[in-house]
């Protein structure tokens, strides 16, 4: 096993739109280890995320040290789903910058799904209780205002998921 067999998926969608349902998915194949924020974000900033802002500043924190990790495990041939939500340029740059330093395959996962889908499996979602983090319709609509889809000239190899219901 050697890099160039190793893959980056990277998913693109709204809160609730199914990327960690995608991500167990992609993360079942041989070789393949998915890293979730969501329970990394949970485990180590729990007590301090209140706010969109502490989000923003615990998951830099985490990207930080994520990065080498995840081109380390690509280096070793083992392909990597992130269950990261790739839904500004900003971060987007940031897979791409893990994805240079190595010679790994990729692909950006992009799941179309509406926002009135998004919120009502949002409420059921966070009525069971089963999510690291309980997210308000209004936290929904201000984290879904910085959400920009990624395009072509930003060099990814896009797996486009549209929504077929339910």
Same mark, same amino acid.
């Given at each position: 096993?050697?890099?160039?067999? @190793?893959? =980056? ?7 609730? &739109?199914?990327?960690?349902?995608? %991500? *167990?998915? #992609?993360?079942? !194949? ?11 974000? @949970?485990? =180590? ?7 969109? &802002?502490?989000?923003?500043?615990? %998951? *830099?924190? #985490?990207?930080? !040290? ?93 797996v486009i998921h549209p929504f077929r219901g339910s």
């Amino acid at each position: 096993m050697d890099q160039t067999t @190793a893959t =980056l998926h990277m998913i693109c969608g709204k809160i609730a &739109a199914g990327k960690s349902t995608l %991500a *167990a998915r #992609l993360g079942a !194949a041989k070789d393949t280890i998915m890293i979730s924020e969501d329970k990394w974000l @949970a485990a =180590l900033f729990a007590d301090q995320m209140h706010t969109g &802002a502490d989000y923003v500043r615990c %998951a *830099a924190q #985490l990207r930080d !040290a994520m990065g080498p990790h995840v081109a380390d495990l690509m280096s070793c041939g083992i392909s990597v789903v992130l269950d990261y939500p790739a839904n500004t340029p900003e971060t987007r740059a940031w897979m791409r910058s893990i994805l240079d330093g190595t010679k790994a395959k990729h692909q950006m996962h992009v799941l179309d799904v509406p926002d009135d889908v998004c919120l009502a499996r949002l409420k059921k979602r966070n009525a069971t209780g089963a999510h690291e983090f309980a997210v308000t319709e209004a936290q929904y609509r201000q984290f879904t205002k910085h959400y920009v889809p990624p395009t072509a000239e930003e060099g990814f190899k896009l797996v486009i998921h549209p929504f077929r219901g339910s």
